[in-house]
């Protein structure tokens, strides 16, 4: 969101660092096929992990700037959200589909003249050797990497309205909390406060700002989205377990299961009205 409003004028290079700085303290951007570092500048085959101002450098180089011809004043940058049985929006058979799926999550760049590339991250944790007092290891993110691939074509990205997406969001978080609800989870896992759980898990998405220009209604979409992921986050892993019947923990399976892809809807569908908004001028 933030590269698309500084290649729309909206923001500067500044804000785009910063908002990278939320995520981890370090980036780095390399080249996965010489025909991407052709597209993009980076180094090909020597592997120079660049940092993040080169990445601003790439999504430059690749989407162009405004005054040049052929812009057509539409966004350069689109998301995909990849899971097994949907990878809408990937090359088949590519290095990035592949790459992409197992992330869950992708970046598409595509210049005026229709040059493409896509970038996947990965997060790095180091190897401390720190321990939480139950035994269990606490790593912590040192480092997000992004790769860039080259595309044989621009993405056919489905148009998905944030109307619809905000219903539907709606319509299913009310299903399932009915059914849920009839479980009581809280009790079943041993936690006497879920909802104290679904708070923790939003906290860390509270830490990211979004650019002015954004839209309150999908702000408010993705906001919804976060709560009912982390409801999903948190009622998996208070599934009861022998105390409950086969058919109620089937109940919950079912309830459980449509919400995943309706939020990632609903997160496609606001993020490109974000996008949208930084050039309606």
Known sequence: MWANAWLAGQAAPDDVLDALSVWAPTHS???YDSVAAGHTGLPWPDVDDAGAVSLLQTVRTVAGRVSESGWSGRPAISLVLPVPGDVRGLAPGTQFQRDALAAGEA???TSPADDTVGLVPE????DTEDELPDGDRLPEL???????????ARP???HLDLGDAEYALRSAV???AEALGALQLGAAGGVDDPRGLVEQVLESSRHHRAPDHAPTRALRVLENAAHVDAIITVSSGLMPIGTQ??????????????????????RLAAVSAILQSAWQR
């Open 29 to 31: 951007v390399t080249a």
């Open 107 to 109: 970046i598409i760049i």
């Open 123 to 126: 997060f790095e944790y180091d």
């Open 142 to 152: 040192c480092a997000l990497s992004w790769t860039v691939y080259s595309l044989p």
């Open 156 to 158: 056919v990205v489905d």
């Open 174 to 176: 009310r299903a399932a």
């Open 245 to 266: 019947s086969a058919s109620e923990a089937q109940i919950a399976n079912d309830a459980l299961r449509p919400l995943a892809s309706v939020v990632r809807s609903a």
